[in-house]
């Protein structure tokens, strides 16, 4: 590893398990919530974004265009379990009980008693306001991909600080 890296001021958190992208390609715990974009299970072309708020679960799943899930009426749709499950893979049971305050029983929790701790609570479905924002991260994020790997520095990333001042 070179100096370089060593001194990088961003650290990435190696996932907890290996996950396939094909099914969930975007996965995060930001702005208190439990967010992402699912892809969708009868249109290749179409995903949706979901989120789960931490301590009141209030959920929300629609798609890229801002359309309702038609599962999301009542409780967690599939995509919501979906991306839980994919969150556990990601960052590990523990990290998003935490980051959730889901409060599990004794022993090791999984995406199962995750998301029966948070139904059980009967959570409200709330407002798709931050799917625009979680979309826009998600197009980002595949931005970064389509670039060629190299170690210089990205010109939208260096509003970081330095670490030194340079003489």
């Known amino acids: 590893m070179s100096r370089w890296e060593r001194s990088s001021t961003a650290r990435v958190v190696p996932p907890a398990?290996?996950?396939?992208l094909a099914k969930v390609p975007f996965v995060e715990l930001a702005d208190g919530r439990l967010q992402g974009v699912v892809s969708s299970g009868s249109d290749?072309?179409?995903?949706?974004v979901s989120s789960v708020v931490a301590g009141t679960y209030a959920y929300a799943c629609s798609t890229n265009n801002n359309r309702p899930c038609g599962g999301a009426r009542g409780g967690f749709c599939?995509?919501?379990?979906?991306?839980?499950?994919?969150?556990?893979?990601?960052?590990?049971?523990?990290?998003?009980?935490?980051?959730?305050?889901?409060?599990?029983?004794?022993?090791?929790?999984?995406?199962?008693?995750?998301?029966a701790g948070m139904t059980g609570t009967r959570p409200?479905?709330?407002?798709?306001?931050?799917?625009?924002?979680?979309?826009?991260?998600?197009?980002?994020?595949?931005?970064?991909?389509?670039l060629a790997p190299t170690t210089a520095p990205l010109p939208e990333m260096q509003w970081f600080p330095p670490t030194r001042a340079v003489a």
């Open 17 to 20: 398990r290996p996950r396939k």
């Open 124 to 146: 409200s479905q709330g407002a798709t306001t931050a799917a625009a924002t979680v979309f826009s991260r998600f197009l980002r994020h595949l931005a970064y991909l389509e």
């Open 78 to 115: 599939n995509h919501i379990r979906t991306l839980v499950h994919e969150s556990v893979l990601q960052y590990g049971a523990e990290r998003v009980a935490r980051y959730l305050r889901i409060e599990t029983a004794q022993g090791e929790p999984t995406a199962q008693t995750l998301t």
């Open 44 to 48: 290749i072309e179409r995903v949706y």
